[in-house]
């Protein structure tokens, strides 16, 4: 199995709204990536948690909190968001970090804050 | 930083032709190097991957060359089909050998029938 699951698929949100967006990988990787990705650009790296510890926090603002329950789930908590960022969110993993292996990224969760 | 347009490179290939997509990077302490291709409406998917003590590693219909010298990767799909038609992106792990991945900008290839 080489999928990485994202749910949902699409999410609608108030700017007052609580919402998570979820991630789950069963390949026995140990490192889980959040990325958010906006229309014609590269990923831009949020999150990096190897081995069930936040290793990277790319200087992402708050009202964004990640979370590792364990080594094949990982969450994105998000509250009080600004229409800017809207985008799509993607996760992924790798066998390891150190940015050594091939990441497998799940097919995103397209985000709209209204 | 550097100011990026809306518009992604785009390269126009004929449907069976070889297709070469070009990129440089910017640590030359970046020893692991990766391809993505990413569909429309769909996450990045793992093409092909190159460490630094190769120049050249194949895989079904793509070769990836990496030139040390200039900073230069590059990858060629050959017999290009309409089912490659996406954004390519290529990817280092930087100098700092932190858990990191940095994307390149990206490139639409464009299959001409």
């Known amino acids: 199995d080489t999928e990485v699951t994202q749910t949902p698929k699409h999410l609608v949100m108030g700017m007052t709204n609580k919402k998570s967006l979820k991630c789950e990988q069963h390949?026995?990787?140990?490192?889980m990536y959040w990325y958010k990705q906006k229309a014609k650009k590269p990923p831009e790296l949020m999150f990096v948690y190897s081995y069930e510890k936040l290793s990277i926090n790319e200087s992402v603002p708050s009202r964004f909190s990640p979370e590792c329950p364990n080594s094949s789930l990982l969450n994105l908590h998000l509250h009080a968001l600004q229409p800017e960022d809207s985008a799509l969110y993607l996760c992924?993993?790798?066998?390891?970090?150190?940015?050594?292996?091939?990441?497998?990224f799940g097919p995103g969760t397209r985000l709209t804050v209204t | 930083g550097e100011s990026v347009g809306l518009h992604l490179p785009t390269l126009s290939v004929q449907e069976g032709d070889n297709s070469i997509i070009n990129c440089a990077y910017s640590n030359s302490a970046s020893d692991y190097f990766i391809w993505y291709k990413q569909e429309s409406g769909k996450g990045p998917q793992f093409i092909i991957d190159i460490r630094s003590n190769m120049d050249k590693r194949q895989g079904q219909r793509v070769t990836v060359l990496l030139n040390k010298t200039v900073k230069h990767l590059s990858l060629q799909i050959a017999a290009t089909q309409p089912g490659d038609s996406a954004v390519y992106f290529c990817?280092?792990?930087?100098?700092?050998?932190?858990?990191?991945?940095?994307f390149g900008k990206g490139t639409r290839l464009h299959i001409l029938p």
């Open positions: 990817a280092e792990n930087g100098v700092n050998r932190d858990d990191k991945i940095i």
């Open positions: 390949m026995g990787h140990r490192a």
């Open positions: 992924a993993s790798s066998q390891g970090a150190r940015g050594l292996y091939e990441q497998y």
